[in-house]
């Protein structure tokens, strides 16, 4: 009987998989107070971050509410939010005059947005529209346009994957056009990456590597 294959197949099970560094999610929600944004204007809100385990991002998602200031006052297709890490050149759009097209200067007309940007969801937020002069809710796709009339979206949230969470995050808000006004009820921040340290194997996981190259070793002898 061959047992030299069946002995190498149980070493090569037994043996403990590469350990990577531990995935970590973190979740913050921020504070805006005075969130007005100056019709025709803009403003922009930071927040600073120290105390994140994350240094390798994977996932960046933004939770983004803003809606007509009054209600009903807002005009989607004026509004351009961006986010900002350090005030670098990495750069996510967020909402790029909505509904703005090659054919649609204009773009939608809604109340705003009470949202939550992910670049794996399933729609496009530029396309998103609600039903009547309300808020666009749910889970989209941030913007990524760099023209509103692009179909090309390069800055998607995806353009901080590997960076540190710790750092001055920086949320731009501009109405570009005058007629319709909105403002800032809050937004948040849900970062999911790594801590960079490559876990090391337990005890019990060596231990039965050792068992299973002993007992491949025996049967090798055993062989001869």
């Given at each position: 009987m061959n047992t030299k294959p069946i002995l190498l197949t149980a070493a090569l099970l037994l043996i403990?998989?590469?350990l990577g560094a531990e995935v970590i999610t973190e979740n913050y929600a921020f504070s805006v107070g005075s969130g007005n944004i100056p019709d025709g204007g803009s403003?922009?809100?930071s927040q600073s971050l120290s105390a994140s385990q994350i240094v390798n991002l994977t996932?960046?998602?933004v939770g983004l509410h803003l809606t007509g200031n009054p209600t009903n006052n807002g005009f989607a297709g004026d509004m351009f939010v961006s986010l900002n890490r350090n005030l670098g050149t990495q750069t996510a759009v967020l909402l790029n005059q909505a509904g703005v097209t090659a054919n649609d200067s204009a773009g939608?007309?809604?109340d705003g947005w009470n949202v939550?940007?992910?670049d794996s969801a399933n729609g496009d937020i530029h396309?998103?529209?609600p039903?009547?002069?309300t808020t666009l809710s749910g889970l989209w796709q941030p913007d990524g346009r760099l023209s509103p009339t692009d179909t090309g979206r390069p800055a998607m949230l995806a353009v901080f994957n590997g960076m540190s969470a710790n750092t001055?995050?920086?949320l731009d808000i501009a109405d570009l056009s005058p007629g319709g006004a909105m403002t800032l009820n809050s937004w948040s921040l849900n970062l999911t990456g790594d801590n960079g340290i490559t876990a090391v194997p337990e005890p019990k996981s060596w231990a039965l590597m050792s068992a299973a190259l002993l007992a491949f070793a025996a049967g090798r002898r055993w062989r001869r």
């Open positions: 403990p998989p590469a403003r922009s809100f996932e960046v998602q939608f007309s809604f939550t940007l992910k396309l998103g529209e039903t009547g002069p001055v995050w920086y």
